[in-house]
């Protein structure tokens, strides 16, 4: 089965700017997880989507922000790019819910972002 | 403040070696611990997953000990090969507001030479 799609996978934008990633999870999954990687910070949690409700946020400011559609499908938005928003965006999709091993993460392979 | 801390930051080891790499944590509630390895330009993928009250697992040539009261973890590289070149990610599982929450260590890279 097709696995997790990031898109797009390299983007350069400025200073100021905003940027929109999308995320296609795994069929059937409902559970869409997203992660900010940096060689200083390592993975850091951003937010999490079941259900197209946002069920739990990690430390990040208001300028990351996220939605889920019907279909599962992912979106992440960062408004105001700074110099340190630069970074790999990974997405990750699971089954959700209370099931044992509902939560392995199967991630995508990221989206590269460049901030100049 | 959870936290997740690994070690060694890099290692270097030859084909054919053994070598244990170290996660210590202060996550809670704990749920479980899961071992990621990611390859260079990848997402992570998943090796095994720990919970309270198992010791050790094995997949293939990782095998991954847990000490709950200790709140260490060890995973254990059995005659290494080129390919376990990676970056070797542990997480620690809190379940919160109905989703499991997980916090990252910086992971280990793991490099290993012919």
């Known amino acids: 089965k097709a696995g997790v799609t990031q898109t797009p996978r390299y983007l350069i934008k400025t200073r100021g700017q905003q940027v929109t990633l999308s995320c296609s999870p795994i069929?059937?999954?409902?559970?869409v997880s997203w992660y900010q990687q940096t060689p200083g910070q390592g993975l850091q949690f951003l937010f999490e989507?079941?259900?197209?409700?946002?069920?739990n946020k990690g430390n990040f400011p208001g300028r990351f922000s996220g939605r889920q559609f019907s279909n599962s499908r992912s979106e992440m938005n960062v408004s105001t790019l700074e110099l340190g928003d630069s970074a790999l965006y990974l997405c990750?999709?699971?089954?959700?819910?209370?099931?044992?091993?509902?939560?392995?993460?199967?991630f995508g392979a990221g989206s590269r972002l460049t901030v100049l | 403040k959870n936290q997740v801390e690994q070690s060694p930051q890099s290692l270097i080891i030859l084909e054919g070696k053994n070598c244990t790499l170290q996660?210590?944590?202060?996550?809670?509630?704990?749920?479980?611990l899961r071992w990621y390895k990611q390859d260079t330009g990848r997402g992570p993928v998943s090796l095994t997953i720990?919970?309270?009250?198992?010791n050790t697992k094995s997949n293939g040539r990782y095998t991954a000990t847990l000490d709950a009261d200790t709140k260490q973890s060890s995973l254990h590289i059995t005659a290494s090969q080129l390919s376990d070149s990676a970056s070797y990610i542990c997480?620690?599982?809190?379940?919160?507001?109905?989703?499991?929450?997980?916090?990252f260590g910086r992971g280990t890279s793991l490099i290993v030479h012919p």
């Open positions: 989507y079941f259900s197209e409700t946002q069920r």
């Open positions: 720990m919970t309270f009250s198992e």
């Open positions: 996660c210590n944590y202060t996550v809670s509630p704990f749920s479980n």
């Open positions: 990750a999709s699971s089954l959700g819910g209370w099931a044992s091993g509902a939560n392995v993460l199967t």
């Open positions: 069929s059937g999954h409902r559970s």
């Open positions: 997480v620690v599982n809190s379940f919160w507001g109905g989703s499991y929450i997980p916090t």
